[in-house]
Protein backbone atom coordinates (compact mmCIF):
# COMPACT_ATOMS: atom_id res chain seq x y z
CA UNK A 1 0.00 0.00 0.00
CA UNK A 2 1.60 3.61 -1.19
CA UNK A 3 -1.38 4.69 1.10
CA UNK A 4 -1.98 8.50 0.31
CA UNK A 5 0.12 10.01 -2.68
CA UNK A 6 -0.04 14.01 -3.36
CA UNK A 7 1.64 15.47 -6.77
CA UNK A 8 3.24 17.42 -7.63
CA UNK A 9 5.99 17.87 -4.05
CA UNK A 10 6.64 21.35 -5.25
CA UNK A 11 5.44 24.01 -7.00
CA UNK A 12 5.92 27.83 -7.94
CA UNK A 13 2.98 29.77 -9.28
CA UNK A 14 2.42 33.38 -10.44
CA UNK A 15 -0.53 35.55 -9.69
CA UNK A 16 -3.53 34.60 -11.22
CA UNK A 17 -2.44 30.91 -12.43
CA UNK A 18 -4.29 28.20 -11.53
CA UNK A 19 -3.19 24.77 -10.93
CA UNK A 20 -4.63 20.99 -9.37
CA UNK A 21 -2.88 19.55 -6.39
CA UNK A 22 -4.05 15.95 -6.86
CA UNK A 23 -4.56 13.57 -4.36
CA UNK A 24 -4.89 9.46 -4.73
CA UNK A 25 -5.16 6.66 -1.44
CA UNK A 26 -5.44 2.92 -2.06
CA UNK A 27 -7.03 2.49 1.42
CA UNK A 28 -10.62 2.40 0.02
CA UNK A 29 -11.14 4.91 2.32
CA UNK A 30 -14.31 6.67 2.50
CA UNK A 31 -13.46 9.98 3.94
CA UNK A 32 -11.37 12.80 2.42
CA UNK A 33 -9.76 15.85 3.50
CA UNK A 34 -7.90 18.94 2.40
CA UNK A 35 -5.60 21.09 4.99
CA UNK A 36 -3.68 23.88 4.79
CA UNK A 37 -0.99 25.11 6.95
CA UNK A 38 0.77 27.91 7.21
CA UNK A 39 4.60 28.27 8.28
CA UNK A 40 4.33 27.51 12.16
CA UNK A 41 0.89 27.14 12.67
CA UNK A 42 -1.79 24.27 12.44
CA UNK A 43 -3.88 22.78 10.10
CA UNK A 44 -6.50 24.72 8.75
CA UNK A 45 -9.30 22.48 6.90
CA UNK A 46 -10.18 23.71 3.15
CA UNK A 47 -12.63 20.91 1.96
CA UNK A 48 -13.45 17.52 3.14
CA UNK A 49 -15.58 14.66 1.13
CA UNK A 50 -17.38 11.36 3.15
CA UNK A 51 -17.93 9.66 -0.24
CA UNK A 52 -17.79 9.70 -3.51
CA UNK A 53 -19.63 12.08 -5.01
CA UNK A 54 -19.86 14.14 -1.83
CA UNK A 55 -18.13 17.29 -0.97
CA UNK A 56 -18.43 20.17 1.99
CA UNK A 57 -16.90 23.13 2.71
CA UNK A 58 -14.35 23.45 5.82
CA UNK A 59 -13.20 26.32 7.38
CA UNK A 60 -11.26 28.17 4.59
CA UNK A 61 -12.86 27.19 1.10
CA UNK A 62 -12.34 30.48 -0.49
CA UNK A 63 -10.24 30.32 -3.81
CA UNK A 64 -10.89 26.90 -3.97
CA UNK A 65 -12.30 23.78 -5.13
CA UNK A 66 -12.99 20.18 -4.97
CA UNK A 67 -14.66 16.81 -6.79
CA UNK A 68 -14.53 13.83 -5.93
CA UNK A 69 -16.14 11.32 -9.01
CA UNK A 70 -14.45 8.09 -7.52
CA UNK A 71 -13.21 6.71 -3.80
CA UNK A 72 -9.40 7.28 -4.66
CA UNK A 73 -9.10 10.36 -5.82
CA UNK A 74 -9.78 14.45 -4.16
CA UNK A 75 -8.22 16.89 -6.22
CA UNK A 76 -8.05 20.64 -5.52
CA UNK A 77 -8.22 23.55 -7.62
CA UNK A 78 -6.92 26.46 -7.37
CA UNK A 79 -8.40 29.42 -9.57
CA UNK A 80 -6.43 32.54 -10.07
CA UNK A 81 -3.80 31.89 -7.40
CA UNK A 82 -2.80 34.43 -4.71
CA UNK A 83 0.12 35.47 -2.39
CA UNK A 84 -2.25 34.22 0.31
CA UNK A 85 -2.09 30.67 -1.23
CA UNK A 86 1.44 30.39 -0.48
CA UNK A 87 1.16 27.09 1.88
CA UNK A 88 1.61 23.45 2.46
CA UNK A 89 -1.34 21.16 1.55
CA UNK A 90 -1.71 18.26 2.75
CA UNK A 91 -4.49 15.72 1.67
CA UNK A 92 -5.81 13.50 4.38
CA UNK A 93 -8.03 10.27 4.04
CA UNK A 94 -9.43 8.01 6.74
CA UNK A 95 -12.14 5.38 7.39
CA UNK A 96 -15.53 6.74 8.84
CA UNK A 97 -14.29 9.25 11.04
CA UNK A 98 -11.45 8.66 12.86
CA UNK A 99 -7.40 8.55 12.70
CA UNK A 100 -6.44 10.18 9.62
CA UNK A 101 -3.40 8.93 7.52
CA UNK A 102 -1.90 12.34 5.79
CA UNK A 103 0.26 12.29 2.55
CA UNK A 104 3.50 14.14 2.35
CA UNK A 105 2.01 17.37 1.18
CA UNK A 106 2.64 19.88 -1.80
CA UNK A 107 4.74 23.15 -0.89
CA UNK A 108 2.87 25.86 -2.86
CA UNK A 109 4.46 28.82 -3.58
CA UNK A 110 2.74 31.58 -5.27
CA UNK A 111 4.57 35.02 -6.22
CA UNK B 1 -16.14 29.49 15.38
CA UNK B 2 -14.68 26.67 17.06
CA UNK B 3 -11.52 27.57 18.13
CA UNK B 4 -8.44 25.32 19.76
CA UNK B 5 -5.87 26.65 21.25
CA UNK B 6 -2.42 25.12 23.07
CA UNK B 7 0.13 25.85 25.36
CA UNK B 8 3.20 26.28 25.43
CA UNK B 9 3.78 27.07 22.06
CA UNK B 10 7.64 26.22 22.29
CA UNK B 11 9.32 24.11 24.41
CA UNK B 12 12.67 23.00 25.02
CA UNK B 13 13.98 20.31 27.30
CA UNK B 14 16.89 18.05 28.61
CA UNK B 15 16.51 14.23 27.38
CA UNK B 16 15.15 12.76 30.40
CA UNK B 17 12.82 15.27 31.35
CA UNK B 18 8.63 15.75 31.45
CA UNK B 19 6.91 17.27 29.00
CA UNK B 20 3.44 18.63 28.82
CA UNK B 21 1.40 20.42 26.28
CA UNK B 22 -2.31 21.30 26.99
CA UNK B 23 -5.03 21.87 24.63
CA UNK B 24 -7.97 23.82 25.46
CA UNK B 25 -11.29 24.46 23.17
CA UNK B 26 -13.77 27.22 23.02
CA UNK B 27 -16.81 24.75 22.61
CA UNK B 28 -17.12 21.04 23.93
CA UNK B 29 -15.77 18.78 22.27
CA UNK B 30 -17.53 15.23 21.03
CA UNK B 31 -14.15 13.75 21.06
CA UNK B 32 -10.08 14.76 20.45
CA UNK B 33 -7.61 13.78 18.74
CA UNK B 34 -3.66 13.86 18.56
CA UNK B 35 -1.07 14.06 16.03
CA UNK B 36 2.60 14.20 15.93
CA UNK B 37 4.88 16.14 13.16
CA UNK B 38 8.21 15.68 12.45
CA UNK B 39 10.09 18.63 11.02
CA UNK B 40 9.68 18.72 7.30
CA UNK B 41 6.88 15.98 7.57
CA UNK B 42 3.60 15.30 7.81
CA UNK B 43 1.01 14.50 10.90
CA UNK B 44 0.94 11.35 11.88
CA UNK B 45 -2.29 9.98 13.90
CA UNK B 46 -1.26 8.93 17.79
CA UNK B 47 -4.60 8.72 19.74
CA UNK B 48 -8.36 9.56 19.95
CA UNK B 49 -10.70 10.62 23.02
CA UNK B 50 -14.38 10.61 23.42
CA UNK B 51 -15.32 9.92 26.73
CA UNK B 52 -15.16 12.66 29.56
CA UNK B 53 -12.39 12.05 31.98
CA UNK B 54 -10.56 9.30 29.70
CA UNK B 55 -6.97 8.83 30.07
CA UNK B 56 -4.93 6.66 27.74
CA UNK B 57 -1.28 5.46 27.74
CA UNK B 58 1.13 4.50 25.28
CA UNK B 59 4.45 4.10 26.55
CA UNK B 60 6.20 6.87 27.98
CA UNK B 61 2.88 9.46 26.52
CA UNK B 62 -0.42 9.96 28.54
CA UNK B 63 -3.15 11.37 27.27
CA UNK B 64 -6.21 12.81 29.26
CA UNK B 65 -9.77 14.30 27.65
CA UNK B 66 -11.06 16.67 30.28
CA UNK B 67 -14.09 16.63 32.74
CA UNK B 68 -16.16 19.43 30.63
CA UNK B 69 -14.63 17.66 27.08
CA UNK B 70 -13.47 21.24 26.41
CA UNK B 71 -9.50 20.57 27.53
CA UNK B 72 -7.42 17.45 27.12
CA UNK B 73 -3.68 17.49 27.75
CA UNK B 74 -0.71 15.23 26.37
CA UNK B 75 2.04 14.44 29.00
CA UNK B 76 5.45 12.80 27.83
CA UNK B 77 7.60 10.87 30.66
CA UNK B 78 11.45 10.95 30.17
CA UNK B 79 11.70 13.07 27.01
CA UNK B 80 13.89 11.57 24.09
CA UNK B 81 15.49 12.95 21.54
CA UNK B 82 13.21 10.88 18.76
CA UNK B 83 10.19 12.75 20.82
CA UNK B 84 11.33 15.74 19.23
CA UNK B 85 8.31 17.74 16.70
CA UNK B 86 5.08 19.25 16.97
CA UNK B 87 2.41 18.01 18.66
CA UNK B 88 -1.43 19.24 17.89
CA UNK B 89 -4.48 18.12 19.12
CA UNK B 90 -7.87 18.61 17.03
CA UNK B 91 -11.10 18.57 18.22
CA UNK B 92 -14.64 18.32 16.84
CA UNK B 93 -17.62 19.62 17.83
CA UNK B 94 -20.20 17.69 15.40
CA UNK B 95 -19.84 14.32 16.35
CA UNK B 96 -18.25 12.98 13.48
CA UNK B 97 -14.64 13.60 14.07
CA UNK B 98 -14.97 14.31 9.82
CA UNK B 99 -14.59 18.55 10.56
CA UNK B 100 -11.35 18.78 13.10
CA UNK B 101 -10.18 21.56 14.13
CA UNK B 102 -6.33 21.94 14.56
CA UNK B 103 -4.85 23.48 18.10
CA UNK B 104 -2.01 25.73 17.22
CA UNK B 105 0.81 22.96 18.29
CA UNK B 106 3.44 22.84 20.69
CA UNK B 107 6.84 22.34 19.24
CA UNK B 108 9.15 20.30 21.16
CA UNK B 109 13.19 20.36 21.18
CA UNK B 110 14.79 18.36 22.75
CA UNK B 111 18.57 17.87 23.68
CA UNK B 112 20.94 15.75 25.13
Known amino acids: NAGVTQTPKFRILKIGQSMTLQCTQD?????MYWYRQDPGMGLKLIYY???????DKGEVPNGYNVSRSTTEDFPLRLELAAPSQTSVYFC??????????FGPGTRLTVT | GQQVMQIPQYQHVQEGEDFTTYCNSS?????IQWYKQRPGGHPVFLIQLVKSGEVKKQKRLTFQFGEAKKNSSLHITATQTTDVGTYFC????????????FGTGTRLQVTL
Open chain 1, 92 to 101: ASSLAAYEQY
Open chain 1, 49 to 55: SVGAGIT
Open chain 1, 27 to 31: MNHNY
Open chain 2, 27 to 31: TTLSN
Open chain 2, 90 to 101: AGDNTGTASKLT
